[in-house]
């Protein structure tokens, strides 16, 4: 991979600008960046490895060399797009989702907020942040971290959740720089749609255990038990307890919970 290719491959889309590394920290450090340089949309940050790739609460994201996709695309939403703006993240996903299911015949499913699974692992996650002036937001770095080939995926004591890489699920070779293709092709179809039925509708659709029991662990606050209702207007995952109360969730990470310990207490583990 290298700039020219990606110059050549992306031609065709509405990028304004590519910057591409071989070696870099964060993708999205170096997008949050230069978004205080130039106001433009659409700024593509590309890079083969990192070596400080960030996931939400600043855990870890691995990004292998050769083996790894991961790239940030810096956006200045309009004041419409600011209404929806928590949903960024959940337009990455349907992105990435969409992209492997019309150029890649595989089934996908969006682990909310911000996970891709295949076959109920992990291949993919998305992190958006926001630079702010003052009291006005600025502009949103979407950053997304793919799995490729089996180099890339972590050993699994390093992760939180199984992982897999789409070579794996796809028994064949993938093209890093089509599927970025692929991949913002989709982006820039849903962006005009974030917040639509059509999108809200589409994400639900394919929401990884809709309907199972999970428990939420929350940053802040006790975790949450209950069977996955859904997807909310603004972004929110909806459950159901065992005492049929509906709750929404705004911050967790969702984790599969044997059908024998349901429950309605709230607890740690
Ligand atoms: C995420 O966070 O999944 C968001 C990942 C976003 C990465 C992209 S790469 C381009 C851009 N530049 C960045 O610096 N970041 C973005 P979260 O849901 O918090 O999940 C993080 C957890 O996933 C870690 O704590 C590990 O358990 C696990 N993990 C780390 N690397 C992984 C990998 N390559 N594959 C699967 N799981 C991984």
Known sequence: ?????????LQDL?????????????????????STQQATDNLLVVADAQTAGRGRMNRKWMTYPGSSLAFS???????????????????GALSIWSALSKYYNLTAEIKWP???LINRKKTAGILVEA??????????VLGIGIN??????PLTTENLFPA?????????????????????VELFAWRPLIGSKLFLETWNNHLAFSGEWVRIDQPMGQPIIGQITGINSEGKLTLKTQTEEI???????????????????????
């Open 1 to 9: 991979m290298n700039l020219d290719e990606l110059y050549s491959a």
């Open 14 to 34: 509405p990028i304004a600008e590519i910057r591409y590394f071989d070696v870099i920290g964060s993708t999205n450090d170096a997008a949050l960046e230069w």
């Open 73 to 91: 695309l810096v956006l200045h939403p309009t004041p419409k797009e600011l209404e929806h703006f928590t949903l960024f993240s959940p337009l």
């Open 114 to 116: 911000n996970d891709i």
């Open 131 to 140: 630079r702010w002036k003052s009291d006005h937001l600025e502009s949103v």
């Open 148 to 153: 490729i080939a089996p180099e890339s995926v």
């Open 164 to 184: 897999t890489c789409i070579e794996a699920e796809n028994q064949c070779p993938i093209d890093r720089i089509e599927l970025l293709h692929s991949i913002l």
């Open 247 to 269: 709750k929404s969730v705004a911050v967790g990470d969702v984790h599969l919970r044997p059908s024998n310990e349901h429950s309605t207490t709230t607890h740690g583990g």
